[in-house]
């Protein structure tokens, strides 16, 4: 096998490969900052993104990823900036709290539904078009998981008036999905990742009985969702890889939830056609391994070893124990290894140094060379 190919299948997941989003430079923070005060024009500040898109690129190509992101650079939240633009949703920005660990986190965000969801632009398009000009391998584009409109409101988020029966919701909000998919496909993208944090929520008991609280069931809503979810991969465009990205919080390095995947993995692995999922295993918050017999022939999982949280670099024989670990569950050809998030799912980045970020995707690409073997 080789650490540079795709696992199988022809999906444009690779052995070694990444979540998205990458530090941003000063001086994108601080052209973001005027752009805020109304400094720049967003003309301006889009000409500032695109410099640092470059350079982001280059780095990933000079470690040698195959699957190329545009860093998430333009935006300043991983999922507000996204669904904020369907039409019929209405965002609160997070602010910021005190974490369980006593750091500062942000709280999570309320999207509400006021009316009926439309895709009613092309939200990714212009945005994959620039960076399928700055890179010859496979461009990645990340948006937010369907789910995000549900699990932090509830029925309560969503309105009654437009949406007495959420099954029209799902459907609504799938069809947005297939849309917006179709426009990047039409465009020449291979490869979509979802981002998801609800999913591995309800691994987290706390945020269980607080789905109980907001009148939902926490053993029923991973089936809900994966029934939602396939609703988008029904209109997933053909030759589209659609994989999926599960995350316990990752703001400034501090996390919102811990548990293993065993009370979503069925749903998740087995019932949710996603053709790939990057699945956070950086330390004891995301418990073993065994949730992985639910993978299913076909698919791919590739394991988030390696923290973004922490400086520190892992050290390799660590990692590769690990492997073994997880290949005792699923098989070795159907696994593959990433950082277990990204450096930066909102503006203000993970507390960790560049030089650091790039030492960490640098051993992935190792660590995968010899475990795969590279040709």
């Known amino acids: 096998m080789n650490a540079n190919l795709k696992p199988g299948g022809g999906l444009a997941v690779f052995r070694a ?10 001086y994108l923070l601080d052209a973001h900052a005027q752009a805020v005060r109304g400094e720049i024009t967003p003309l301006q500040l889009r000409a500032i993104e695109d410099k640092a898109i470059v ?31 369907l039409g019929g949703v209405k965002t609160e920005i997070p602010v910021a709290v005190h974490g369980p660990d006593g750091r500062e986190q942000l709280s999570p965000p309320v999207m509400k539904v006021i009316d009926k969801v439309r895709h009613v632009r092309n939200i990714q398009l212009a945005d994959f078009q620039f960076l399928n000009t700055v890179t010859r391998r496979t461009p990645k584009v990340t948006i937010p998981s369907p789910t995000m409109l549900h699990f932090r409101g509830g029925r309560a988020g969503i309105s009654k008036e437009h949406y007495p029966d959420l099954e029209q919701f799902y459907q609504d909000v799938a069809d947005a999905y297939g849309e917006e998919l ?84 069925e749903a998740l692995l087995s019932e949710m056609n996603i053709d790939a999922y990057f699945l956070e295993y950086d330390d004891q918050r995301s418990g073993d391994f065994k949730p992985l017999r639910f993978l299913p022939k ?78």
């Open 298 to 375: 076909g698919k791919i999982v590739v394991l988030g070893l390696i923290t973004t949280k922490l400086g520190a670099l892992e050290k390799k024989d660590d990692i590769k124990r690990r492997i073994d670990e997880a290949a005792k569950y699923a098989p070795l050809e159907q696994l593959a290894l990433s950082p277990q998030c990204g450096f930066s799912s909102t503006i203000h980045g993970n507390d960790i140094a560049v030089e650091q970020q790039t030492q960490k995707l640098r051993l992935v690409m190792e660590i995968a060379r010899e475990v795969w073997g590279d040709a």
């Open 17 to 26: 490969d990444h979540v998205g989003s990458f530090l941003r430079p000063k």
């Open 55 to 85: 350079e982001v690129v280059k780095l990933q190509e000079e470690v040698g990823l195959q699957s190329i992101t545009d860093g998430e650079l333009r935006r300043e939240y991983f999922h507000v900036d996204f669904l904020k633009q």
């Open 182 to 265: 179709r426009s990047l496909a039409a465009a020449g993208c291979v490869s979509v990742q979802m981002d998801d944090t609800n999913l591995a929520y309800l691994c987290d008991e706390a945020m269980r009985e607080a789905a109980r609280k907001r009148g939902d069931d926490p053993n029923e809503l991973p089936h809900r969702y994966a029934s939602f979810v396939n609703r988008v991969v029904a209109q997933k465009p053909a030759g589209m890889t659609l994989s999926m990205h599960l995350c316990r919080g990752n703001f400034k390095s501090t996390w919102a939830a811990q548990g293993g995947y065993e009370p979503v993995a």
